[in-house]
């Protein structure tokens, strides 16, 4: 199969070690250029997650692979935005699903706090990619703000876990409680303090 890298075009095998070469390429392009690893583009289907599980899957057929990276500066905008439109959707629909909570649970109201819970840990694996990123005080405007955001994702996290025990025992009242009195707030101090770039 073919890697293109920017204007590069690499012969890699379509088996195991060209997998291993691909992440050596990603890795390295990453480290020389300051840039992070955005998502691959495979025979023209974009691949955000999970791309080594598709490319085993598909080692057969794949032709060519486009490599896309983004700068820092860019990358961190993108998550900022997507956590912006998250929380503003979630907590504008939370007071429907604990409300459901305490009334009658079915299909539907299970789903949503299942999708409650992974928005929550999406949150958390965000902010500690970008707060792992090479000088993330450097791209913030105000740092006492990023760490303002810090804590309320971290009550956010406890407040998420808190529902844990409730859940099991299907404890209704909790569970709405919880989502209305601890989870909600937690959402809305995160979004007021949700750092933006400079």
Same mark, same amino acid.
Do not use: C
């Given at each position: 199969?073919?890697?293109?890298?920017?204007?590069? %075009?690499?012969?890699?095998?379509?088996?195991?070690?060209?997998? #291993? &070469?691909?992440?050596?390429?990603?890795?390295?392009?990453?480290?020389?250029?300051?840039?992070?690893?955005?998502?691959?583009?495979?025979?023209?289907?974009?691949?955000?997650?999970?791309?080594?599980?598709? /490319?085993?899957? @598909?080692?057969?057929?794949?032709?060519?692979?486009?490599?896309?990276?983004?700068?820092?500066?860019?990358?961190?905008?993108?998550?900022?935005?997507?956590?912006?439109?998250?929380?503003?959707?979630?907590?504008?629909?939370?007071?429907?699903?604990?409300?459901?909570?305490? @009334?009658?649970?079915?299909?539907?109201?299970?789903?949503?706090?299942? /999708?409650?819970?992974?928005?929550?840990?999406?949150?958390?694996?965000?902010?500690?990619?970008?707060?792992?990123?090479? &000088?993330?005080?450097?791209?913030?405007?105000?740092?006492?703000?990023?760490? %303002?955001?810090?804590?309320?994702?971290?009550? %956010? #996290?406890?407040?998420?876990?808190?529902?844990?025990?409730?859940?099991?025992?299907?404890?209704?009242?909790?569970?709405?409680?919880?989502?209305?009195?601890?989870?909600?707030?937690?959402?809305?101090?995160?979004?007021? @303090?949700?750092?933006?770039?400079?």
């Amino acid at each position: 199969m073919q890697i293109m890298l920017d204007e590069e %075009l690499i012969e890699i095998e379509n088996d195991e070690s060209g997998l #291993e &070469k691909l992440l050596q390429i990603i890795e390295q392009k990453a480290i020389a250029s300051e840039l992070i690893f955005s998502h691959l583009i495979v025979d023209g289907v974009e691949i955000y997650e999970d791309f080594a599980d598709y /490319l085993q899957a @598909n080692f057969e057929n794949i032709k060519e692979i486009h490599l896309q990276f983004l700068p820092l500066q860019q990358f961190m905008q993108d998550i900022l935005q997507s956590t912006k439109e998250y929380l503003t959707g979630v907590i504008a629909t939370i007071e429907d699903v604990a409300n459901a909570v305490y @009334n009658q649970v079915d299909s539907e109201t299970w789903q949503q706090i299942d /999708l409650l819970l992974e928005g929550v840990q999406w949150l958390g694996e965000t902010f500690r990619v970008m707060d792992s990123l090479p &000088k993330p005080a450097d791209m913030v405007k105000d740092y006492e703000q990023w760490n %303002l955001y810090a804590g309320e994702l971290q009550g %956010l #996290e406890i407040a998420t876990a808190s529902l844990s025990e409730p859940l099991q025992f299907v404890d209704h009242v909790t569970v709405g409680n919880i989502m209305l009195y601890e989870i909600k707030p937690a959402m809305e101090r995160l979004i007021a @303090n949700l750092p933006s770039l400079k």
